[in-house]
């Protein structure tokens, strides 16, 4: 089986075993609190760590190894301008997309209020400080804290002072290079074992959401699902046909990364994979999905912000609040910039709620409506979230002149390497 079949399996199996779990309830309650609430949960957040462990210095050393070997400053300020641009771009355009969507459906109306609806908000941060926070004020405690944005600033500027020092810089480029090395073969050592981890994050998920949470949100759900497959039709698809790639291609090579995405919820522990996959078999060049990939992951959150804007109208509408078009507008700045600072973890998009909801004046405890059923969600917007980091990756290359034709195109291209870690240059 490929890598990418073992994931789906893994999937499946997880979906049916967490779904009997859930339907037959109490009957099960014994075996339950062994497999599911024991073992599977240990499995689970066992896999999660071990992919949270390689982010850090995964991110830290292959952000180095692509600036030191751009050689070139004005290439990385291109590159740089190209990805932030197109991740504000995309962003914005999903957002377009998810408030158009449930403006039209007006998911929410008509929602009975059932008694108190209660919800301990946590303070989204200031806008102001997402940006202040990029730069590390101690790049050690921004590596322990697993800060990735300032992990992010703070491996740029080394590449540029290695870039700058000559032979003593060509000495400790060389390093990080036998390190990038090194740590890519630790990456595909951990995702080896993603089909036990997938199935178990699954099965534990799927046993604890019921189902029945969905059937008085059907309305938002439903947008939302809706919205995210629009974006990636719509958006997605014309980003790849205007680089002249095949965004059909480019989807078959992304699945296991979807499905990886979908089953963890976190950009960041999928990113590991993100970058094996863009590299090896996208054929995307290392200069650009070193860098693209990893703040991809970290800022450009599409899929959580179709999430915040559906919230918001379902919200409105739950209350009898009508949003006018400077509203919405309100919204489509306020939740790109939220989405930029939304951490690449799970639930992190329900924390800026807040923030959006603050900004047109509605009830911040509307979180509480869709709480119960955010995991699920989370999952699908994660995958839109990693597919838009992979596209912009794939257009940038391209536009860079960078990305190896041959190897997007080729349905088997580096098939595998990411599973087999003994493999000779596997994901390197
Ligand atoms: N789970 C999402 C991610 O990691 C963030 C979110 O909660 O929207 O991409």
Redesign the pocket.
Known sequence: MSFTQKILVAMGAGIVVGAIFSIVGAPLAPVSAVLIDGVLDAVGRIFVVLLQMIVVPLVLVSVVCGVASLGDLRTLGRVGLKSVGLFLLTTAVALVIALTLARVVSPGAGFELAGDVAYESQPPPALTDVFVNMFPANPIRALADGQMLQIIVFALLLGFAINLSGEAGRRVGAVFSDLNEVVMKLVTIVIRTAPVGVFALVATTFAAQGLDLFRPLAGYAIVLVLGLLLHVSLAYTLILRFARLSPIGFLTKMRAVLMFAFST????ATLPLTLATVRKRLGVGDSVASFSVPLGATIN?D??AI?LGVATVFIGNVYGIDLSFGDYLAVVLTATLASIG?A???????IMIALVLGQVGLPVEGIALIIGIDRLL?ML??AV?VCGDGAVACFVAQSEGVLDRATFDDPAAALDTVARPATAGAAQ
Not at 265 to 268: L, R, T, V, Y
Not at 344 to 350: D, E, I, K
Request: hydrophobic share 35%; no cysteine; aromatic share 0%.
């Open positions: 919820a976190s950009s960041g959150m899929g959580t999430m939304t690449a973890v799970p639930s992190a998009g329900l989370d917007r994660t979230n």
